[in-house]
Structure formats: structure tokens, C-alpha cells
């Protein structure tokens, strides 16, 4: 390609190569530190696997020592959303993933390896491209839209592998006169690679995830440049990958096919590579068959779908964890106070082939340990965020009655093994603790005593009897004295065992006259400590509720 070519293809003037490579000096770090980085697109969505991705490449840089830093990839600019930087900066930050370096929610670039945001580097990708035009690895195509479809169309009938290659890579040959003439005719063009690769010959790729794989070399002659002027993921991938130092790329299997592109535009521009690993995108159960989160059909996979139920985030981040290497869950047992982020994540034990199953089952588990450890302050203060964006009415409630949510959240709370584990989300606690509060109480005496094979009759002389004995400071062993005399009062058996020998001289059992009284403060069969909630609600309360 002659000089005069060149310059009009790039008639801007560009940094050259060395300036460039002087603003991104080698990084100085101890030896095994690894750099990271997370490289969303801003779509304004935030897939639940990106979540994963970024807690595992921030595990391997810190774990290391190293660096992990936001990239915000852009370059496909029909695809940007309004307000998506901070949906970016948000769902990181909320589950702990922190960049050292970036670009932070207003867009400003911190770290010394930027601009952090690829439509900002347009100048950087044209410097590399105008190299490679140079050596004569690159080349100007003018192949219209309707051209390329009209290839695609003929590969597809004589079943040939699609792609702009070999004797379809039309351009490959365009004489200088034509490429002027081209030009000359204001024909928009975009640049492509010439690639050196033989499609009969493979290449071992050693995956961090997925082990080696065999894969043919690439032959396309794929598009580094736009029309627009702006890079493609590939060749942005490559660009600042090299330049920002990372060492370690994970990301989405989708990518993995391009790895032989990648690894050829490396050695093209004389750099290492990086080394990869790809992760197969989460599944679900979907009727018995595994198949993959989908952005279209499943809510659970946008990110925003946990915070909109108020899952606590260090249960997603738990579960997650979890998910990335199985051994989390015995190291967890044995150190139930650490934060999950303590956890030694260990990279080669991210097995990954077949797509992790999300299962909430097991995240409702996790997230109820969770809350359970927390302290009955903490889950109010985390309700109350969670209210505030996206349940009004509960906020206005919960600020109102703060003591009385507090001593209500601490029922059962931190009291070791016997710690109560009801709490999943913070959607749910409006509705848990409904019954705490007259104008959300209700029950349906009916069905209740039909339930316990009681009368209305028998409910309300347990009722009457235990209102006439209550006293708010009886401790629990006085208290459930009292229920046992009026269980024997009534004819119901005062010991179980009593009961199972002979349950055909009993009403029912002391434990059946518990729950006439739990269903009358409660509304309901099940609940946390009895004891406790007739504390917790207080003797007007009680006695109004009897
Ligand atoms: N922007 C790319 C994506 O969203 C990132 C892939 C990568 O991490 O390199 O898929």
C-alpha cells in the first residue's frame, strides 16, 4: 500500500505508535499478579453472568495482588442505552466488585491505563489499524452491504462456510488504482485483516475453564475498522488488552471460536497474547431440561430482577461463589464469620464445560443463612433501602415503627444454631410481618378450628382463660406452664408421649392449644416463637387480639 493510500485513508494526523506505547508503560507488579477486567457494553442491562464473570476475574487479579479494571465497551454505538453506565457502575459495586481502575458512574476515567471507554480511543485503534495497513496486513474493502449478502447467498446454495475469505475476500486484490478509484468515487469502505491462517490447519488453545481445545485457524479477513471509523470488539479486544496490560481474559463462550482471530492479531502487531477462559453462560430448568438463562424469555437473567425481590446481595454473591467453585459451601461451614470475598477461590477448579444450573432453591438456602447471621439493625436497615426504591408505602411504615420492626426482626435472631431462617429477600418481609400490625391482621377462625378438629366454642374458652392468666413478663417456661394447665383444663394431653399412647381420651394436645392462641395473635399456623412475638407485640396488643 503506498504512503499516498494511506493518507487518504487516514488523513487525520494520529499518535504514533510509540507515543502511544509510551502512555502505557508495562505494568510494575509482583510476580503472579494478574490483571483483569470486566468489559461490559453499555445496553443498559446487566446479565446476571456478567455478575459472575466480574466476580471471578476480580477474584483472580486481587487474590494475586494485581489489577481489575471496568472497561466500557462501545463501540457498537446502536447499541448504547441512556443511563446504562450506571446500571454498569451499580450492579458491580453492589455485589462488591470494585475496580481499581475505570470509568466511574458519571462517566470520568480513574486509573492510569485509560480512557476506560472504547469511543474514546478512536485515534488508538486507528494508529494499530494504520500499522497494519502499512505492513500490509490490512487492506481497505468496499464491498456494499448488498455485495456481502449476495456472497452470503451464493456460499449458502454451493454449501460453502460462509465468510469473507479466500476467493470471496473480493477486495484482498484491489490493485492501488482501484482502491484510489474507489476513494476517487467516495465509495464508504471499512478495513480488514488479511489474515494468514490456513482453515485445514487446527490450533491448540489452552482455555482456562474449558482445558484444550482444538480449533481450525482463522482465514476471514474479518473487519478491524468500521465504516464509522471505530474499531470492531476483535480488534478493540486486541488493541487495549495489549495496551492495558491484561493478562488474564474471561468472558462469555460465545468469544471462544474467535480465539485463533485474536491470538492471529496478536502476533500480527507483535504482542503476547492474554491468556483466556470462557465460560459456558448459566442454565436453568426449564420442564427437566438444562438450557441457558435467556436474556428474552427469563427475568432472573437481568441483574435487576434480584434487586426488584430485594435478594441481599451477599447471598448473591454467596451463591454465586458457590457456583464458581463447589468447595465453597465447606469452607463457608467452617468459617461462618468471614466475608465471602475472604474465600481462596481456586482457578483451576472452575469447572465450567456444561453451564452452571441457577438454582434458587439453593439460593434461597444460602440467602436465608445469610440473613440469619445479620443482626436484627442490619436486615432493617436493608429492608428499609430496599423499600425506599421500590415499596413506598413499607418504607414510610418501616421508618414509622422502627423499634417495633427492629424487636420484631429480632425474634429468634443470633441466637446461634437455633437461629431463625425464615427471611429469603427483603420482598417478603412486609407480608412475614404483616400480622403485627391491626390493620393488616386478619384471620379465619373457621377454617383454623375445622383445621384442629376444634370448636369456636373451644377456641374461645383457651382464649378467655389464657387472657385472664397473661402477663407480658412471665419468662417462657411460666408462660407455657400456663398453657399446659389450660391444656389440662380443657382435656387436652399435656405431654406428647401421653397423647400418642392414647389420643382417643384427648381433646387434642398442649400443642394444639398453643396454636389456637398463635392463630389468634397470629392469623396463622406458623410462625417464629410465640413467646417472643407476645413480648414483642405487648399486653394491649395480646389481650386485644384475644
Ligand atoms: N463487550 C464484550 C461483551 O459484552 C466483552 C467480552 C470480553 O470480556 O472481552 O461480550
Not at 485513508?9 to 508495562?26: A, K
Not at 482463522?218 to 471509523?229: A, M, P, Q, T
Request: proline share 4%; glycine share 6%; hydrophobic share 35%.
Amino acid at each position: 500500500m503506498t504512503p499516498e493510500i494511506i493518507k487518504r485513508l487516514f488523513p487525520n494526523p494520529l499518535p504514533t505508535i510509540s507515543e502511544i506505547e509510551g502512555r502505557y508503560p508495562l505494568r510494575t507488579l509482583p510476580s503472579g499478579a494478574k490483571v483483569t477486567r470486566v468489559a461490559p457494553s453499555p445496553t443498559g442491562y446487566m446479565h446476571i453472568g456478567g455478575i459472575y464473570a466480574g466476580l471471578v476475574s476480580e477474584r483472580i487479579a486481587h487474590q494475586s495482588g494485581g489489577v481489575f479494571f471496568l472497561r466500557v465497551e462501545d463501540t457498537d454505538q446502536k447499541r448504547k442505552k441512556e443511563g446504562a453506565q450506571e446500571v454498569i457502575c451499580n450492579s458491580l459495586s453492589r455485589y462488591g466488585i470494585i475496580a481499581d481502575e475505570g470509568v466511574d458512574i458519571d462517566g470520568n476515567d480513574f486509573g492510569l491505563y485509560g480512557p476506560y471507554t472504547q469511543s474514546k480511543r478512536k485515534e488508538i485503534y486507528q494508529a494499530y489499524a494504520q500499522k497494519l495497513l502499512a505492513d500490509g496486513l490490512a487492506y481497505p474493502c468496499f464491498c456494499a452491504a448488498e455485495d456481502l449478502d449476495l456472497m452470503r447467498k451464493i456460499q449458502e446454495k454451493q454449501s460453502q462456510r460462509p465468510g469473507y475469505y479466500a476467493k470471496y475476500a473480493h477486495c484482498r486484490s484491489l490493485s492501488d488504482d482501484e482502491i484510489i478509484a474507489n476513494l476517487d468515487a467516495g465509495k464508504p469502505w471499512v478495513l480488514r485483516f488479511k489474515s494468514g491462517g490456513n482453515n485445514e490447519k487446527k490450533m491448540l488453545i489452552k482455555d482456562l475453564m474449558k482445558g484444550e481445545i482444538n480449533m481450525p485457524e482463522n482465514d476471514l479477513d474479518i473487519v478491524i475498522l468500521k465504516s464509522d471509523g471505530l474499531p470492531t470488539y476483535h480488534f478493540a479486544h486486541v488493541v487495549d488488552d495489549h495496551l492495558m496490560g491484561t493478562t488474564h481474559v474471561i468472558r462469555g463462550d460465545e468469544w471462544v471460536s474467535s480465539v485463533p482471530l485474536h491470538i492471529q492479531l496478536f502476533v500480527a502487531l507483535g504482542w503476547k497474547a492474554p491468556k483466556y477462559g470462557h465460560y459456558a453462560p448459566l442454565q436453568k430448568l426449564d420442564n427437566g431440561n438444562k438450557r441457558k438463562l435467556s436474556k428474552r424469555s427469563d427475568p432472573e437473567a437481568n441483574i435487576v430482577y434480584f434487586w426488584e425481590k430485594g435478594y441481599p446481595e451477599d447471598a448473591l454473591v454467596e451463591y454465586l461463589f458457590n457456583l464458581i467453585n463447589a468447595s465453597f459451601e465447606d469452607w463457608r461451614r467452617l468459617n461462618p464469620d468471614k466475608k465471602a470475598f475472604d474465600f481462596p477461590l481456586n482457578f483451576n477448579k472452575i469447572s465450567n464445560t456444561a453451564g452452571a444450573l441457577f438454582d434458587f432453591q439453593k439460593l434461597h438456602s444460602i440467602s436465608k443463612d445469610v440473613v440469619a447471621r445479620m443482626t436484627a439493625e442490619e436486615v432493617y436497615d436493608a429492608v428499609l433501602n430496599w423499600a425506599k426504591e421500590y415499596k413506598s408505602d413499607f418504607a414510610q411504615r418501616l421508618i414509622e415503627h422502627k423499634d417495633y420492626y427492629i424487636s420484631i426482626l429480632n425474634i429468634e435472631r443470633n441466637i446461634g444454631k437455633k437461629s431463625r431462617k425464615d427471611i429469603v429477600k427483603w420482598e417478603d418481609v412486609e407480608a412475614d410481618t404483616s400480622y403485627f400490625f391491626d390493620d393488616t391482621f386478619s384471620v379465619d377462625l373457621a377454617s383454623y378450628a375445622n383445621e384442629l378438629n376444634l370448636t369456636i366454642e373451644d377456641m374461645k374458652k383457651i382464649s378467655s382463660e389464657f387472657k385472664a392468666l397473661f402477663n407480658v413478663n412471665d419468662d417462657k417456661n411460666a408462660w407455657f406452664e400456663k398453657i399446659k394447665m389450660i391444656a389440662q383444663n380443657h382435656g387436652f394431653a399435656t405431654e406428647m408421649k401421653a397423647y400418642k399412647e392414647n389420643p382417643s381420651l384427648y381433646k387434642g394436645n398442649v400443642s394444639d392449644v398453643a396454636n389456637v392462641l398463635r392463630i389468634l395473635i397470629t392469623g396463622r399456623t406458623q410462625s417464629p416463637d410465640l413467646h417472643a412475638i407476645m413480648q414483642v407485640m405487648g399486653t394491649d396488643k395480646v389481650l386485644s387480639r384475644l
